[in-house]
């Protein structure tokens, strides 16, 4: 069983900057192909971005590509995701999540984790 705790949310205004962080325990960190997902209220959870095993790929959704970056740090079992230039319609609770994914060589798309974290609040005034 793996624990995920998602923590570095909060307000910033809109141009601002924050970084997202998912420690994860539990499990062995490095099997895991690692996500972001938001959901804002009222609508759809959606995946935000996708990282592998081994950080040998990425994958984005088209609203945040070139302003979000994510990374791991598989040493410290955890996973982050640097978003820049936030805008308001970024506000939403952000998820990590994991799914067992052996293959550095390919994403795992659709995304359908295994295990989700509890979630961290980003909220972007305008």
């Known amino acids: 069983q793996v624990q995920l705790v998602e923590s570095g949310g909060g307000l910033v205004q809109a141009g601002g900057s924050l970084r997202l962080s998912c420690a994860a325990s539990?499990?062995?960190?490095?099997?895991?192909?690692m996500g972001w997902f938001r959901q804002a209220p009222g609508k759809e959870r959606e995946l935000v971005a996708l990282i592998t095993r081994i950080s040998s790929g990425t994958y984005y959704t088209d609203s945040v590509r070139g302003r979000f970056i994510i990374s791991r740090d598989n040493a410290k079992n955890t996973v982050y995701l640097q978003m820049n230039s936030l805008k308001p319609e970024d506000t939403a609770a952000y998820y990590c999540a994991a799914r067992y994914y052996i293959s550095s060589a390919t994403l795992p798309l659709p995304f359908r984790p295994d295990y989700w974290g509890q979630g961290t609040q980003v909220t972007v005034s305008s």
């Open positions: 539990g499990g062995t960190f490095s099997t895991y192909a």
